[in-house]
């Protein structure tokens, strides 16, 4: 059995920037339903259409499509633990993840719910860049894009902005976030997994905290 983990937390609490890490130090799968949905909206078909329309928006994707995308990643993914990033966000998401777990024999360490004021997360969003290569992720406030203009882990020098990074798509999201997805804080609570942390910290104190809890 190997370390498998959920990362909770509003839009900017920095999920993807901790699941990076964690890919990196120690050799996880990072399995973000949104930059499968990101890969997914390229496609020019209808559902990749139909799939934008609604990211753009700030709105939850149906829950059968992503469930059906995590289902995918974890038969051809499988490493040295998953981390869940921005999945499940639904009850249903919840219990589908549940029944997948047990199928392969797996079950979560933790659910760690990064808790970050929402004044904040407006600042994170609308000032984050992504490297157009590898997806690192930078903030031109608090993580800028080195002074080279090329991307710490790749080299690349080419960034760029997400679509639904704007103050109307973020409310959006962010009702989504209290309506659909914090009921979740309850359901792992009451299961006995859930560790809260202060994501409010610098990126390394964050990590520091997130270590506490794996290890
Ligand atoms: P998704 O891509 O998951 O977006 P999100 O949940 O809104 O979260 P973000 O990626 O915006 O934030 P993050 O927590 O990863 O923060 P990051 O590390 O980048 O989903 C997008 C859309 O896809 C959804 O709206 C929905 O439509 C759809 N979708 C996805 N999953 C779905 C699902 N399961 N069901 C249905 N629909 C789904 O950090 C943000 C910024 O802050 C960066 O600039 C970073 O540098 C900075 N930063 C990070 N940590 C810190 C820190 N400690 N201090 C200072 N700055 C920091
Ligand atoms: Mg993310």
Request: net charge negative; with cysteine; hydrophobic share 35%.
């Given at each position: 059995?190997?370390?498998?983990?959920?990362l909770?937390?509003?839009?900017?609490?920095?999920?993807?920037?901790?699941?990076?890490?964690?890919?990196?130090?120690r050799?996880?799968?990072?399995?973000?339903?949104?930059?499968?949905?990101?890969?997914?909206?390229?496609?020019?078909?209808?559902?990749?259409h139909?799939?934008?329309?609604?990211?753009?928006?700030?709105?939850?994707v149906t829950?059968?499509i992503?469930?059906g995308?995590?289902?995918?990643?974890?038969?051809?993914?499988?490493t040295?633990?998953?981390?869940?990033?921005g999945?499940p966000r639904?009850?249903a998401?919840?219990?589908?993840?549940a029944?997948?777990?047990?199928?392969h024999?797996?079950?979560?360490?933790?659910?760690?719910?990064m808790?970050?004021?929402?004044?904040?997360?407006?600042?994170?969003?609308?000032?984050?860049?992504?490297?157009?290569e590898?997806?690192?992720?930078y903030?031109?406030?608090m993580?800028?894009?080195p002074?080279?203009?090329?991307?710490?882990?790749?080299?690349?020098t080419?960034?760029?902005?997400?679509?639904?990074?704007?103050?109307?798509?973020?409310?959006?999201?962010?009702l989504?976030y209290?309506?659909?997805?914090?009921?979740?804080?309850?359901?792992?609570y009451?299961?006995?997994?859930?560790k809260?942390?202060d994501?409010?910290?610098e990126?390394?104190?964050v990590?520091?905290?997130?270590?506490?809890?794996?290890?």
């Amino acid at each position: 059995m190997t370390t498998n983990i959920i990362l909770l937390g509003p839009p900017g609490a920095g999920k993807g920037t901790q699941a990076r890490r964690l890919v990196d130090e120690r050799g996880m799968t990072q399995l973000s339903t949104g930059d499968m949905l990101r890969e997914a909206r390229t496609s020019d078909t209808e559902m990749g259409h139909r799939v934008a329309e609604v990211m753009d928006r700030g709105e939850l994707v149906t829950d059968d499509i992503v469930i059906g995308l995590i289902e995918e990643h974890m038969e051809k993914d499988r490493t040295n633990g998953f981390i869940f990033d921005g999945f499940p966000r639904t009850l249903a998401q919840a219990d589908a993840l549940a029944r997948l777990l047990e199928k392969h024999g797996e079950r979560l360490a933790a659910v760690v719910e990064m808790q970050v004021d929402d004044d904040v997360l407006v600042k994170r969003i609308t000032l984050r860049a992504t490297c157009a290569e590898c997806g690192a992720v930078y903030n031109d406030e608090m993580r800028p894009i080195p002074s080279d203009g090329k991307c710490e882990t790749c080299g690349s020098t080419e960034f760029k902005r997400r679509e639904d990074d704007n103050e109307e798509s973020l409310k959006q999201r962010l009702l989504e976030y209290y309506k659909k997805t914090s009921p979740l804080i309850g359901y792992y609570y009451a299961n006995g997994q859930l560790k809260r942390i202060d994501g409010l910290g610098e990126i390394d104190e964050v990590a520091e905290e997130i270590d506490k809890v794996l290890d």
